[in-house]
C-alpha cells in the first residue's frame, strides 16, 4: 500500500505541470524556453545531491538520452504553451505505444494481439486530436510539438535501456542539469523575472520535478512497472483537471475524445504487461518533463 501511495502521490504532483506552465505564461509572459531552463535547472540542481550514484553508466548512452530529454522538455513546454495542456499531455503520453513499436523492431520484442490492439486504438486517439487541432492555427503548432515530444521520449526510453548501471535518481539529474544547460541561450533574455514568478518556477523544480522522482523511484521498489504505469495514468488524467480549475481552460469536444482513445490504448497495453501475457510496458518516465 505505500509504496502505492507513493506513485499516487508521485503523479498527482507530476500532473501540476500544466497549470504551471500556463500561469507563467499567461501571468508572467514568460517563454517556453525560460520556463524548461529554469525549471530543469532547480529540479536538477535538487537531485544533485545523487550524482556521484552516476558511477558506472556508458557516457555516451546517458549523453544522448540527455539530448532527447532536452528536446523532450523543450516540446513539451512549448506544446503546452501554444495548445491546450490535455492536448500537451495526451499526446506526449503516447509514448509508450511508440517504446513498443521500437521494442519490435529494433530488439525484435513481440507484439502481441493485446499490444496490436492498444496500438490501433491509441493512434486512433492521437489521430482525432491531431486532426481536429490542424483546423485551429492556435492548436497548430502546439500539436505538432507534442507529437515531436511523444517521439523523442520514446527514442530516449529505448536508448536508456543500454544504461546498466547508474542510480535513477542520478539519472534524472544529469538529465535536467543538462536541459537546463542547452535551453539556457534561449532563456538567456528573460532570466531576470518577477520574485512570485521564480517563486513558482522553483516551487515546480522542486515539487512538481524533483520529489516525484524520489517518490516514483521508491514506489518502484516493490510494485511491477506494469502496476505503477497505470496509477500514473492519473497525471494525463488530473493535468487539464488543474488547468480548467485554476486558468479556466476547457479542452475542445474532439481532445475529449481523441484522450480516450490514448488511455484506453495505455489501459490495454499496461494491463497485458501486467499480466505477463505481452511486452513488458515502460513505466512513467523517471525524467519525466511534465
Known amino acids: 500500500m505505500k509504496a502505492r501511495l507513493c506513485i499516487i502521490l508521485g503523479a498527482m504532483l507530476w500532473s501540476f505541470g500544466g497549470v504551471g506552465i500556463k500561469v507563467l505564461r499567461c501571468d508572467y509572459h514568460l517563454s517556453p524556453a525560460t520556463i524548461a531552463c529554469v525549471r530543469s535547472l532547480i529540479g536538477g540542481l535538487a537531485l544533485a545531491w545523487a550524482l556521484p550514484r552516476l558511477r558506472g553508466a556508458r557516457p555516451l548512452s546517458v549523453a544522448v538520452t540527455a539530448v532527447m530529454f532536452t528536446v523532450v522538455v523543450g516540446t513539451f513546454v512549448a506544446a503546452t504553451v501554444r495548445t491546450s495542456a490535455a492536448n500537451a499531455i495526451f499526446l506526449q503520453y503516447f509514448f509508450p505505444l511508440l517504446v513498443a513499436i521500437g521494442g519490435a523492431v529494433f530488439f525484435r520484442e513481440r507484439l502481441g494481439r493485446w499490444s496490436k490492439l492498444a496500438l490501433a486504438v491509441g493512434t486512433a486517439g492521437v489521430l482525432v486530436i491531431f486532426l481536429s487541432g490542424w483546423q485551429q492555427d492556435y492548436d497548430r503548432r ?19 535501456r543500454s544504461i546498466r548501471a547508474g542510480s535513477p535518481l542520478a539519472l534524472a539529474g544529469v ?45 518502484l521498489r516493490t510494485l511491477t512497472a506494469g502496476e505503477a504505469s497505470l496509477i500514473a495514468l492519473l497525471e494525463p488524467v488530473l493535468n487539464p483537471v488543474w488547468v480548467w480549475a485554476i486558468v479556466g481552460e476547457v479542452p475542445a469536444g474532439w481532445t475529449f475524445i481523441g484522450a480516450g482513445g490514448i488511455l484506453l490504448g495505455l489501459v490495454i497495453h499496461f494491463l497485458a504487461a501486467t499480466r505477463r501475457t505481452d511486452i513488458s510496458a515502460p513505466v512513467q518516465p523517471l525524467a519525466t518533463p511534465d
Not at 515546480?204 to 520535478?209: P, R
Request: proline share 6%; net charge neutral; with cysteine.
Open 142 to 160: 502546439g500539436v505538432l510539438l507534442g507529437i515531436i515530444s511523444a517521439v523523442a521520449l520514446a527514442i530516449m526510453f529505448l536508448v536508456q
Open 175 to 219: 538529465y535536467n542539469l543538462t536541459a537546463a544547460a542547452c535551453l539556457l541561450p534561449l532563456a538567456w533574455g528573460q532570466l531576470s523575472m518577477p520574485w512570485p514568478a521564480l517563486g513558482i518556477i522553483a516551487a515546480m523544480g522542486v515539487f512538481q520535478l524533483a520529489l516525484p522522482y524520489v517518490l516514483v523511484i521508491h514506489g
